[in-house]
């Protein structure tokens, strides 16, 4: 793929961008199978559910596949009474069992839904009541049925230094025949939250399923047919939307928590590593085919690749948040890079859409592979949000320029993946002052960037990695 410089040789333009393509699809691939949401099921002893689990796998406690006692939910009465206890599943066979439940419906307040700052009541999106944490408690607790290793093993791809912590958020009650969530999206509570779980807690409803989506994927939790004898529950990261269809009959009794990363930075990985190995992975292969061969960047370049989740990353604490907060198939290709040893970051990036890119010949070898439509900034690193009311009307290209820290790299950025505009956070707005004041906001997206040395230097990189 080598040419003079000033030449244009149009086989070596096609194969560098079929190379690039191969890399495109890997990565897409890898996103497409990558977990977003995971679940799983724990019966009640004494069920014929439990039995049922006891044939196949040893239910001990502290271990999938675990049973559990009935359930216990205390808490605070609207009368002021002394507080209310109810069990689950509830006991047929005693009159009290359905007029507790009931009383219990009764003390939940009406829950609603955040609508940017604004708390909303609107029972035609959302009709469902709530117990805010002090105001309930339970006897469950997820550590206890090996969820949160679970979780962990899909959703932090089982790094040994991500850890995920558990909090409490809140207790919900969806109740038939109109209870219901439409779809959306929860704010987050912490910029270090990654996630939540939600336990359904054993009480018989119809309908009710709980759907996941994710970049046209979606995961459907249907709950019904087991929700009498056993608990059950899923996990998914904080930007998936998700949504619960409407529940016919009965009550649907679920407890909400939050879930936040509390690892180490993934620079500082111990010696032994990682618990799983991304040379393993398939993303790890299609990038060695490519990095091996000497005419792909030949002297060295620069590859980009849209995060496909969102994250905080115009916060004030963004750079400790990330790149240990990456989430699915971002993490995998954070990883992958970083076991090449290549030099990665994740910096953010504004495109300026009113911009017209030059289409002039470049006098190397490099161009911009999957053009934007926009000029490009590259941050040098993550940068909080940031606001001024001061400017005359100044093109976004000159505020930037004076106010927000470019990266420059010695090649060009090939990018290898689009943005996706649910993934793009406020980096910037400002009041400009022309004929009439007008507000001017501006987005950042984040992304991988990855140094990819030349082929003088890169012949160890894939020497290794063939040995691997």
């Known amino acids: 793929m080598g040419k003079k410089k000033g030449s244009s040789s149009p086989l070596s333009r096609i194969a560098f961008k079929a190379f690039c393509d191969q890399l495109n699809q890997a990565v897409r691939s890898q996103n497409a199978s990558a977990s977003f949401a995971c679940g799983g099921t724990i019966p009640i002893k004494g069920t014929e559910a439990a039995k049922l689990t006891s044939g196949t796998e040893k239910a001990t406690k502290g271990k999938p596949g675990s049973a559990s006692s009935p359930v216990n939910i205390f808490w605070d009465c609207k009368d002021g009474s002394r507080g209310g206890k109810l069990t689950l599943p509830l006991d047929g066979s005693k009159d009290d069992s359905n007029a507790k439940l009931c009383g219990f419906v009764a003390d939940c307040e009406p829950a609603g839904f955040g609508r940017g700052q604004e708390a909303v009541m609107d029972p035609t999106y959302r009709k469902a009541g709530k117990l805010d944490t002090d105001h309930f408690m339970t006897s469950f607790h997820p550590a206890d049925f090996g969820i949160i290793g679970n979780v962990e093993q899909v959703l932090c791809t089982n790094w ?236 976004l290209s000159k505020v930037l320029d004076e106010y927000w820290p470019e990266q420059t790299f010695e090649k060009p950025i090939t990018w290898i993946t689009h943005p996706s505009p649910c993934t793009s956070q406020e980096a910037m707005s400002y009041l400009a002052y022309g004929n009439e004041p007008s507000v001017h906001e501006v987005y950042s997206y984040a992304a991988i960037v990855a140094i990819i040395p030349p082929w003088t230097e890169r012949q160890e990189i894939v020497q290794q990695a063939r040995n691997n």
């Open 160 to 395: 040994s230094c991500r850890r995920i912590r558990l909090e409490l958020y809140k207790l919900n009650v969806y109740s038939g025949p109109s209870g219901l969530f439409q779809s959306h999206v929860d704010t987050p509570r912490s910029k270090c939250q990654i996630g939540s779980l939600v336990v359904c807690l054993p009480s018989p409803f119809k309908g009710g399923n709980l759907i996941v989506r994710h970049e046209g994927r979606e995961i459907d939790f249907d709950w019904e047919q087991r929700s009498a004898d056993t608990i059950q529950w899923a996990a998914f990261y904080s930007d998936c939307e998700h949504e619960i269809k409407t529940i016919t009959e009965g009550e649907r009794i679920t407890v909400t928590y939050n879930l936040y990363v509390t690892d180490e930075p993934m620079n500082t990985l111990p010696p032994s590593g990682p618990i799983f190995d991304p040379k393993t992975l398939p993303l790890y292969q299609d990038f060695k085919n490519v990095l091996q061969i000497p005419g792909f960047l030949k002297t060295g370049g620069t590859l980009g690749s849209f995060c496909t989740h969102a994250y905080p990353h115009t916060a004030d604490d963004a750079y400790t948040l990330l790149p240990r907060g990456l989430k699915g198939a971002d993490l995998v290709l954070y990883s992958v890079l970083k076991a090449f040893g290549i030099k990665v970051k994740v910096l953010p990036v504004i495109i300026q859409k009113d911009f017209s890119p030059n289409n002039s010949d470049s006098d190397d070898e490099y161009y911009e592979y999957a053009r934007l439509d926009g000029k490009v900034y590259i941050g040098s690193y993550l940068t909080p949000r940031f606001s001024a009311n001061n400017f005359e009307d100044d093109p």
